[in-house]
């Protein structure tokens, strides 16, 4: 199976910036699709962004970090990054790194592995 582990998270102030990263162990494919979620207490996880796999690598985003946010991917070094900057005090939350197979949804039953999460703490 895909370990995931996320690091880069913290605590910035509202406009800063702040670079997530997703390694990735195990049974890795470059084919593989990988998304970012987060979940904020007392509520649903929810999609944040996504990267198709090879050969594509396509990019979408939640509307509400479209402009703000960036996924990558290095496949050589079986890495996902999550870019983020202007961040809000809404966008505090734990965010998890994802792995999903065929198919390019944005639902937490399309992926099937699962890191540990990283806290995201935005003051005003």
């Known amino acids: 199976q895909v370990q995931l582990v996320e690091s880069g998270g913290g605590l910035v102030q509202a406009g800063g910036s702040l670079r997530l990263s997703c390694a990735a162990s195990?049974?890795?494919?470059?084919?593989?699709?990988m998304a970012w979620f987060r979940q904020a207490p007392g509520k649903e996880r929810e999609f944040v962004a996504a990267i198709s796999g090879w050969p594509l690598s396509r990019a979408r985003y939640a509307d509400s970090v479209k402009g703000r946010f960036t996924i990558s991917k290095d496949n050589t070094k079986n890495t996902v990054h999550l870019d983020m900057n202007n961040l809000k005090p809404e966008d505090t939350a734990v965010y998890y790194c994802a792995r999903g197979g065929p198919g390019f949804g944005t639902a937490t039953s399309d992926f099937g592995s699962w890191g540990q999460g990283t806290q995201v703490t935005v003051s005003s």
């Open positions: 195990g049974r890795t494919f470059s084919t593989d699709n």
